[in-house]
């Protein structure tokens, strides 16, 4: 026991009690190290003061996305949950139950359909937190459910990708994620309809392989990772220093490999000016 509490008064203590604080109040920004209080981050579409894009879930890219927070979701078909009985330190099938109770969600892909500045359109978000974003059976039916509607309802389609890769648990039928995706992204070519893809951090491995790079217009978020492998393995392979900023969001802009890189608050603005000029729509509906 120190001198304070010796010269503290019986009850004074219980008075004063030290309140539960809540672990996620504050975040640090990984751009600035400055703390950004919690409550003020949807108004800030969490992009920190210093606009450093944090990753976010497909509820709020939805809603950050579609007029008034207004969309319906189309769900998803149901694929074999373990076809290969994977298992590591872990089962496959536990590894998936813990992902759907952390996340909510079935798998990584959310499919909504809403209006965009009045422009209706199919939007799929590829979610992050949900094993990686890897991209298995069920992302892959996703994307494949996605491109038919819009096929069927003569829409165009927005992808909002995030992924560490394939999903090893699932083998070569992760692999043939690949090429049925491309597939889809060629029938709606053949559609004649608007396919575009906004590149979130990370996007990675064999989504970047594929339909990540496929779109008609490919936007991305500000400093963002796109890449097949990463910077690591790259410089571990070829020995060699790598330039400051590779693989992110703004030198594959630089090199042409992206059209441009847009801050997530105008991300809604530009959508629909790029919608309404390959639609060719006279105007649009302005907020």
């Not at 203590?13 to 409550?39: G, H, Q, Y």
């Not at 892959?140 to 560490?164: D, K, R, Y």
Request: proline share 6%.
């Amino acid at each position: 026991m120190n001198w304070l509490n010796k010269l503290t008064p019986p009850g004074i203590k219980d008075i004063f009690s030290k309140r539960d604080t809540p672990d996620n109040l504050w975040i640090k920004c990984p751009k600035s190290n400055e703390m950004v209080f919690s409550a003020d981050l949807p108004g800030l579409l969490h992009v920190t003061p210093a606009g450093h894009h944090l990753r976010i879930g497909p509820q709020m890219r939805m809603d950050y996305t579609f007029d008034n927070k207004t969309y319906s979701e189309i769900s998803i078909p149901e694929v074999a949950k373990d076809p290969l009985k994977f298992k590591d330190d872990q089962k496959y099938t536990d590894r998936l139950k813990k992902a759907r109770t952390k996340t909510g969600d079935q798998d990584a892909m959310t499919i909504g359909i809403g209006k965009i500045h009045g422009i209706d359109t199919v939007v799929l978000v590829q979610n992050f937190a949900f094993m990686g974003g890897s991209l298995g059976m069920a992302a892959g039916e996703g994307f494949i459910t996605a491109a038919e509607h819009a096929i069927s309802n003569n829409l165009p389609l927005i992808v909002f990708t995030a992924a560490g890769g394939a999903r090893m648990q699932e083998g070569a039928l992760s692999l043939m994620q690949m090429p049925r995706t491309t597939i889809a992204v060629q029938k709606l070519r053949e559609a004649n309809l608007p396919y575009i893809t906004v590149l979130c951090d990370p996007t990675t491995g064999g989504v970047t392989a594929s339909y990540a790079m496929l779109g008609d217009i490919q936007l991305a978020e500000p400093g963002a990772l796109i890449c097949f492998a990463g910077p690591r393995v790259i410089e571990e392979t070829i020995r060699e220093k790598l330039p400051d900023g590779f693989q992110r969001a703004e030198f594959l802009e630089e090199k042409g490999m992206i059209d441009r890189v847009v801050n997530r608050h105008d991300m809604r603005d530009t959508l629909a000016n790029i919608l309404s000029v390959l639609l060719k729509l006279d105007n649009i509906e302005n907020e």
